[in-house]
């Protein structure tokens, strides 16, 4: 597709659920991230793909999280026994490249997964 | 210290007016600064880059960067009410991994009044 798709675009769960987001990024982009969003807050970094792998994880705010991108391409962000200070908008984002002195030319937001946990 | 520090505002200009919004970090390492435009209930919109000190101009936008001053603004002419969202500053943080992840401020709210 020609922009980052994510999925579903609302997501309602039960405090103690586990949901999994989904992130389908711009073909070619080989640098993958997810940032969770509260209200009237910037982006909040989580974890950062390159490839298959997880470069850095840092954001993760405790191990109930976790992400995979098993092929390089997708990506799933996986909340464990939610709770109701989960809630928030998931964005993620793709581009071309990242680190090793290259340009940085900024990421591709997708429409974002609003999760609330009730 | 937050690592990038934006005045939440709001920040309210007529139209046609030149709207300003300003910008700190803390990183001086950091080498790449965006502005992000995010519409309410939607996702943030990349509208400028900057990397390196000076003006760049797009449009009715001009970016600043004063890496001395650990400074970013962005200036936007000729207001318009289709200007009316949240301003998102973000900067590179080199941190594990090469990932240059973007570290992003509160945002400022404009808003155009007609």
């Known amino acids: 597709g020609a922009g980052v798709s994510q999925t579903p675009s609302n997501k309602v769960t039960e405090k103690g659920k586990y949901v999994e987001l989904r992130c389908d990024p711009i073909?070619?982009?080989?640098?993958l991230y997810w940032y969770r969003q509260s209200l009237g807050q910037g982006p909040e970094f989580l974890i950062y793909?390159?490839?298959?792998?997880?470069?850095?994880d840092s954001g993760l705010p405790n191990d109930r999280f976790f992400a995979v991108r098993p092929e390089g391409s997708v990506s799933t962000l996986k909340i464990q026994r939610t709770e109701r200070g989960d809630s928030a908008v998931y964005l993620c984002?793709?581009?071309?490249?990242?680190?090793?002195?290259?340009?940085?030319?900024?990421?591709?937001f997708g429409s974002g997964t609003r999760l609330t946990v009730v | 210290q937050k690592e990038v520090e934006q005045n939440s505002g709001p920040l309210s200009v007529p139209e046609g007016a030149i709207a300003s919004l300003n910008c700190t970090y803390s990183?001086?390492?950091?080498?790449?600064f965006f502005w992000y435009r995010q519409y309410s209930g939607k996702s943030p919109e990349l509208i400028m880059s900057?990397?390196?000190?000076g003006d760049k101009e797009d449009g009715r936008f001009t970016a600043q960067l004063n890496k001395a001053s650990q400074y970013v603004s962005l200036l936007i002419r000729d207001s318009q009410p289709s200007d009316s969202a949240t301003y998102l500053c973000?900067?590179?943080?080199?941190?594990?991994?090469?990932?240059?992840?973007?570290?992003f401020g509160k945002g400022t709210k404009l808003t155009v009044n007609p």
């Open positions: 984002a793709s581009s071309l490249t990242a680190g090793q002195g290259l340009i940085n030319y900024g990421y591709t």
């Open positions: 073909s070619g982009h080989t640098a």
């Open positions: 793909f390159q490839g298959t792998g997880a470069a850095d």
């Open positions: 990183d001086r390492g950091s080498q790449s």
């Open positions: 900057i990397y390196s000190n």
């Open positions: 973000a900067v590179t943080l080199d941190t594990q991994g090469g990932s240059e992840k973007l570290v």
